[in-house]
T-cell receptor
Framework: GQSLEQPSEVTAVEGAIVQINCTYQ??????LSWYQQHDGGAPTFLSY??LDGLEETGRFSSFLSRSDSYGYLLLQELQMKDSASYFC?????????????WGLGTSLAVNP | DAGVIQSPRHEVTEMGQEVTLRCKPI?????LFWYRQTMMRGLELLIY????????DSGMPEDRFSAKMPNASFSTLKIQPSEPRDSAVYFC?????????????FGPGTRLTVL
């Protein structure tokens, strides 16, 4: 079957750096995405990796290693507002089907 | 743009009743997704439309669920009859195929409670 694995919970303190890992087993691979969801809110897009390496967007970076079927989201200079759930998602089909396979999410708690 | 619009935002109904959830995607987006989110099962894709045509409905749980997209600016998800286990947050999302990132834009969701 197809699956994405990520830790269920991570705790960190303000100003720290945290890394959320995601490993995937899918029939195909056409990109790894990360989404953020605050309690009571909707998922919002953070980043996308189609090729190996690191993509940086402000305090957030995302990494991909296709040979290891692995990626991570790196959050630096953590702020209280970063407390949220973070989902990794993979597109497994290059054709007309653009659905994503989703992980179960990682709940990040940032403490003062 | 107003983003993806969903209605109602909250729905409380009794078991056996019909429930209809509505979604207006972002103008110009040609892919539309219906998701269900619960604590136990996380975010589940129910059905995906591309250019108003259902492409993948493998996530639709059973015949009680149906979805339509009569035009590019409107979609509905119907549950008939509803059951307590259908209680969840239902999200609609849209995306534009020409984008390189496959970014999906989510609506605010409909919180459904079936008593």
């Amino acid at each position: 079957g197809q699956s994405l694995e990520q830790p269920s919970e991570v705790t960190a303190v303000e100003g720290a750096i945290v890394q959320i890992n995601c490993t995937y087993q899918t029939s195909g691979f056409y990109g790894l995405s990360w989404y953020q969801q605050h309690d009571g809110g909707a998922p919002t897009f953070l980043s996308y990796n189609a090729l190996d390496g690191l993509e940086e967007t402000g305090r957030f970076s995302s990494f991909l290693s296709r040979s290891d079927s692995y990626g991570y989201l790196l959050l630096q200079e953590l702020q209280m507002k970063d407390s949220a759930s973070y989902f990794c998602a993979v597109r497994d089909n290059a054709g007309n089907n653009r659905k994503l396979i989703w992980g179960l999410g990682t709940s990040l708690a940032v403490n003062p | 743009d107003a983003g993806v619009i969903q209605s109602p935002r909250h729905e409380v109904t009794e078991m056996g009743q019909e429930v209809t959830l509505r979604c207006k995607p972002i103008s110009g987006h040609n892919s539309l997704f219906w998701y269900r989110q619960t604590m136990m099962r996380g975010l589940e894709l129910l059905i995906y439309f591309n250019n108003n045509v259902p492409i993948d409905d493998s996530g639709m749980p059973e015949d009680r669920f149906s979805a339509k997209m009569p035009n590019a600016s409107f979609s509905t998800l119907k549950i008939q009859p509803s059951e307590p286990r259908d209680s969840a947050v239902y999200f609609c999302a849209s995306s534009q195929d020409t984008g390189p990132t496959n970014e999906q834009f989510f609506g605010p969701g409909t919180r459904l409670t079936v008593l």
